[in-house]
């Protein structure tokens, strides 16, 4: 034998005495890396090839490898001589361990080969006994290699035999990755012909009669088991399934009751119940080799596939991740039954594992065998038996549109033991699943894929301290589909007087190659999100909220934006009925939306701030200033020489008068409704879209229809400029001077497209301008004197860029997974990146 066929994922034993050549044989046939081989390893630990005193460390360390390596289901050599039983037992449990085959391959040269060669070695520092010990060992296991669970062996017995040798790797039967689709998913049959004959039509197959049915062009219908049993047609599915596979439009895999009926026509020894009395009686009335072609179909099915490049997997009751494209019992047994805990419910039926609620793998898996009352999706997986032999439905999952389509029952042909009723109210599967967040999915150090801008790292502390925040301060998490990114001020300028001016935001974007921006008034109030859904039904439906309420408002870091639930409640009241009379929930085809706003007054929010921090020093300044400089005006008038020290007083004294109106103008009292205004500037998302590829202006306007008719929402002023027409140029500057003069915030500048990608790559989303006076909340009253605005001038933006652009990608991306409708965690993943990269320590006057 020269041609070894092996399949494509297993664990080979080398086996042979020293010097039989499995060292030499193992360069021939396999890539260095996969090749494990004793003597390395006690190389490696040792510095010595022959250190027996090292053996134990050397396989310690040899099997963490292999351990490593078969967890990534990459095949393994282990190449030692393994020629007695206790070294090949732990091979064969290492396999069984990740479920792939064991193989072996034994080089039984001549002893006569082995001893000359080991009279050439000098290597090899043992005696020739040792040898002949070895070759004894061998050949009294040659026999038993199979019965200890090797599922092939393959023996070179000659010199002739190893020259030539050479292995051939088979895929295995469960891997159809090079089987991209599309395909049509379809749930447990049952013996339902007609329905499953309506449900082929509705997919667009046309079936001529039962033998010949022809899918639409190039798609492909995978069974998920379960063809027979409790219907009333159980030979009819068979043939039209059976006829389908042979034509290859057709995969399927073997469901628990096919495999019952199976081992029944092979008059095996089965208790028939559960239906497979109406398939034995249908199946009599058929002929002989009818029932042998059955059964021989049944026994060629394939427990499970991995199709299309590894993301999508189906067998009968799901597959947990590290199964998937594995070969073992256990695999089998978890393809056909699922896992079960061992107790039973009040039905007397066997509790079931819920493997789904725990599954955290990439490819999505398709399965059916416990019957629901809808296919919902669970942590990309999917159950699509949807009970049809119990009067519901037969389901067909389209891959990879994602599309469910069903056809209804035609009557109820078994009653199930457990009632499959879809309680109203019910929460969904994912939502149920989502009740319990896993501490897991957000601690540690992550790395996020984002749409937008790749990958995302978020360090371990920073993931510890969003953790820290979000779960004590933040709203009910299910709310929680998004959080702002932080924003950059402009360059500094280098014009008298001032710390920022438009002209630096211009030339950034110029720089990124943008040409097209939007100048934002900056309202000065608080960042806000508002989550609003048509009803309490369409919050619950979506959001899976279940304390009746309809919407919500949170900050920037997540937390409830109004202390006064009633209040809130008022403002998600109005967003709705605005949203109402505008007519957006229709345009939009939605019953919900996220926006993105600014809500007025400043001191809603900052009360506390204001009080403490700016107030403080402006009662000091008006406590002092009139008092110091009245003193110092007698001292001057009397002819002390103090007239510099007079003229700095007072310019303090004026500075700091400016420093309280600047503030000043945003402090209100609040109490109601009525002296607060929301100012909506990003018409974020809503149902089946992240409306990032709308640009400002549609975002703009879309939200200045809230405002026409409530007056609780005000209009963002915007003006569209051309980079590149200096007129226009010229006028945004004007028109922020305009703004700023009384002390206005500034404006924000944007690419007019919402995502802009440059000559660098993503370009940040916005920039702002903050205007003179206002700066001085900020960077406090004297910032504007000389010497003070000199320094402040060298502020380093490349920290703050840097995090609103990752920022900027992770929320959008934590809106698109929420719009995919993926579990919650992997939305909260980006929602807690952001909330972990504002903790990166950042100069909070950017
Ligand atoms: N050798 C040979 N012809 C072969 C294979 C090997 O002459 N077809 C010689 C090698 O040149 C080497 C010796 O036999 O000098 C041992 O070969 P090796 O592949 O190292 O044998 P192993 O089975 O790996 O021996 P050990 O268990 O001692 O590592
Ligand atoms: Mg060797």
Redesign the pocket.
Known sequence: MTTIHLPELCLVALI?A????????SRQLFAPGEVLSS?AFRLMVANDENAQDATRDAFDSLYFVARKRLARGLLTVI?A?NVQADARKRIVSLAKEFDVLPVAIV?DLPEDTLLE?HR??TD?PFGAHVIGQQVGHLRRSLRKLQGEGFRQVSVLST?AD?GPARVVRERLYNNLRHETGPFDFIGDVHGCLEELRDLLGKLGYETADNLSVTPPKGRKAVFVGDLVDRGPDTPGVLRLVMGMVAAGTALCVPGNHDIKLMRALQGRKVTVSHGLEQSLEQLAAEPLEFRREVASFIEGLISHYVLDGGRVVVAHAGMKAVYQGRASGRVREFALYGETTGETDEFGLPVRWDWAAEYRGEARVVYGHTPVPVAEWLNRTIDIDTGCVFGGSLSALRYPELELVSVPARQVYAQPVRLLLPEGDAPSAQQAHDELLNLEDVTGKRSIETRLRGRVTVHEDEAAAALETLSRFAVDPRWLVYLPPTMSPSETSGREGFLEYPAEAFDHYRRAGVERVVCQEKHMGSRAVLVVARDAAAARARFGVQDGRSGVVYTRSGRAFFEDAALEAEVIDRARAALDASGLWEELHSDWVVLDAEILPWSLKAGELIRRQYAAVGSAAAATFPAEVQALEAAVARGLPLADLLNRTRERETLTTAYVSAYRQYVRRVTSLADIQVAPFHLLASEGGVHVDRDHVWHFQALARLAEVDPVFIATGHREVDLNDPEGVAVAEQWWLDLTAGGGEGMVVKPLGFVARGKKGLVQPAVKVRGREYLRIIYGPEYTQAGNLERLRARGLNGKRSRALREFALGVEALERFVRREPLRRIHECVFGVSALESEPLDPRL
């Open positions: 042979g020293s010097g039989s050549g499995k060292t030499t044989l003597d190449d001589t080089l060669r050439a070695r090899r010199e190893v």
